[in-house]
C-alpha cells in the first residue's frame, strides 16, 4: 500500500481504558486502534458510533477513527467466514465451543449474509450465555450429544480437548486462539485426515479487514499470514514454548 505506519502494543487495566479512548480521540496520526478481550463489549459505551452487526455481536475489535470520531466493528466474523468459505462451504452442521463474543462472531459468520451450514450446535457451560446467544440467534441448537460435524469451532482460549472431553468427529477444526500453535498440532489432525485451521489464520484474516477500514484500498492476506506465523513461531521458539 505504500504507506508508513506505526503499530504498537498498549496494554491497559480496566480503569484506564476511557483516558485512553479520550487520548486516542484527541491525538493527530492515530487512523485507529485493535480491541481485544475483556474490552470487546465495555468500549462500545466509549465510542460515538458502532456498526449494527457489532452492535448485535456485542463486541468490536476494530476502532476507526474518522474526522475525530470514533466507531467500532468487528471482523472476528469476517475471518471465519473467509476461512470456512475458502474450504468451500455447503456443510451439515457445525459445532461451537463456547458461548462468548467468538461464538457470536462464529455463528454470525456461518449464517450470514448466506449459510455456509445447515446446523449450527453450541456447547457452552455457562447457561447465562447460551441463553444470551439463543435469544440472539433463535435458529442455533444446544449441544446433545452428537458425535460427528462438519465443523468444529473453537471459540473458547483452550484447546479443544480440554473443553469437551466426548469424543467429536469433524471434517474441519477451527481455532479461534493461537497462543498454542505449533507444527505438531497441523500435523497431528492432518494424520488423521482432518483440515485444521489454526488460530494465526483467524488473526491474520481478521487483521487484515480492520487494515482495510483504517486505510481503505486491497489487502493481500496472504503474505500478512505468513508474517505472523513466522513471527510467531520464533518467539514461541525462543522462550522456549515451543520447538519443532
Known amino acids: 500500500m505504500g504507506l508508513r505506519v506505526l503499530s504498537f502494543r498498549c496494554e491497559l487495566e480496566a480503569n484506564q481504558l476511557t483516558n485512553f479512548v479520550g487520548w486516542v480521540r484527541t491525538t493527530p496520526g492515530f487512523v485507529g486502534f485493535n480491541v481485544t478481550m475483556p474490552y470487546k463489549s465495555q468500549i462500545m459505551g466509549l465510542l460515538d458510533g458502532v456498526d449494527n452487526t457489532a452492535k448485535k455481536l456485542l463486541a468490536i475489535n476494530t476502532v476507526v477513527k474518522m474526522n475525530g470520531e470514533l466507531k467500532g466493528y468487528n471482523t472476528d466474523w469476517i475471518a471465519l467466514r473467509q476461512a470456512v468459505a475458502s474450504r468451500g462451504g455447503g456443510f451439515d452442521s457445525a459445532l461451537i465451543l463456547g458461548a462468548g463474543g467468538a461464538a457470536a462472531a462464529a455463528i454470525y459468520g456461518l449464517l450470514n449474509p448466506e449459510p455456509l451450514v445447515g446446523k449450527v450446535y453450541v456447547y457452552g457451560r455457562s447457561r447465562d450465555r447460551l441463553d444470551s446467544l439463543k435469544s440472539t440467534f433463535p435458529n442455533i441448537l444446544e449441544y446433545n450429544g452428537g ?98
Request: negative net charge; proline residues 6%; hydrophobic residues 35%.
Open 147 to 244: 458425535r460427528e460435524y462438519g465443523l468444529l469451532i473453537n471459540a473458547t482460549p483452550l484447546p479443544p480437548g480440554q473443553v469437551i472431553t466426548d469424543p467429536i468427529k469433524a471434517q474441519i477444526i477451527i481455532d479461534f486462539p493461537y497462543s498454542y500453535y505449533s507444527h505438531e498440532t497441523s500435523n497431528n489432525y492432518s494424520r488423521m485426515g482432518v483440515t485444521y485451521v489454526d488460530g494465526i489464520e483467524l488473526l491474520a484474516r481478521q487483521g487484515v479487514e480492520a487494515m482495510k477500514l483504517f486505510f481503505g484500498g486491497h489487502v493481500d492476506y496472504t503474505p500478512v499470514y505468513h508474517y505472523i506465523k513466522r513471527v510467531h513461531i520464533l518467539n514461541t521458539t525462543a522462550s522456549g514454548v515451543w520447538a519443532e
